[in-house]
């Protein structure tokens, strides 16, 4: 079970918008920042958002990030067929001295 | 650009140590701090650990203390990580990752190594 849960799978159509969350707790989410990784299979992971809620450069302003309280969410509006990827969440946890990801979440693009 | 490349895949034997290269170039090696990740199949990545800019500290997950070890090398800007007493749940694609900030420590890993994959096996 990871330190940070999140859903398995979402889903999504073309053009909608998704949302993916990511649970913690106060000694991780609840007191540092966020950032939230796309992997598509058989690459290395992308960072894709960092600090809850900035975008690296070329990063399209579809994908947006947000933290309230120990729970944070990814949002990708204007769903396209390229975000079909894994993605994971991630935060420094101060009870274990170390940087914690999600379990990840696979998103499929009907 | 910037970029780190990292050495091949390795095939080793329980009990046997690991040592994995990550050549950065396209930035001042000096100036950032380096992380190693590792990601088992179909699992999610596990952060190993952390060196800073001139090597000389170190921060290793719980799980891997006293049996990892990170350095880097100025003058051929390498880092370098070595795995002991490999058991087959070593078996996983190792990444080093640039940290995103100039002379920080932010946790934020950009970019990331191509991955070497360890596999360990009788």
């Known amino acids: 079970q990871s330190v940070l849960p999140q859903p398995p799978s979402a889903s999504g159509t073309p053009g909608q918008r998704v949302t993916i969350s990511c649970s913690g707790s106060?000694?991780?989410?609840?007191?540092?920042?966020v950032n939230w990784y796309q992997q598509v299979p058989g690459t290395a992971p992308k960072l894709l958002i960092y600090s809850d809620n900035h975008r690296p450069s070329g990063v399209p302003d579809r994908f947006s990030g947000s933290r309230s309280g120990t729970s944070a969410s990814l949002a990708i509006s204007g769903l396209q067929s390229e975000d079909e990827a894994d993605y994971y969440c991630a935060a420094w946890d101060d009870s274990l001295n170390g940087v914690v990801f999600g379990g990840g979440t696979k998103l499929t693009v009907l | 650009q910037v970029q780190l490349v990292q050495s091949g895949a390795e095939l080793k034997k329980p009990g046997a140590s690991v040592k994995i290269s990550c050549k950065a170039s396209?930035?001042?090696?000096?100036?950032?701090?380096i992380h190693w990740v590792r990601q088992a199949r179909g699992q999610g990545p596990e952060w190993m650990g952390i060196?800073?800019?001139?090597?000389?500290?170190?921060t290793y997950a719980q799980q891997f203390q006293g049996r990892v070890s990170m350095t880097r090398d100025t003058s051929t800007t390498t880092v370098y990580m070595e795995v002991n007493s490999l058991t087959s749940e070593d078996t996983a694609m190792y990444y080093c990752?640039?940290?995103?900030?100039?002379?920080?420590?932010?946790?934020?890993?950009?970019?990331w190594g191509q991955g070497t994959l360890v596999t360990v096996s009788s």
């Open positions: 396209g930035f001042p090696f000096t100036n950032y701090y």
């Open positions: 990752a640039r940290d995103r900030q100039s002379s920080s420590w932010t946790n934020s890993l950009d970019p």
């Open positions: 060196i800073n800019p001139r090597g000389d500290f170190t």
């Open positions: 106060t000694s991780n989410i609840g007191t540092n920042s």
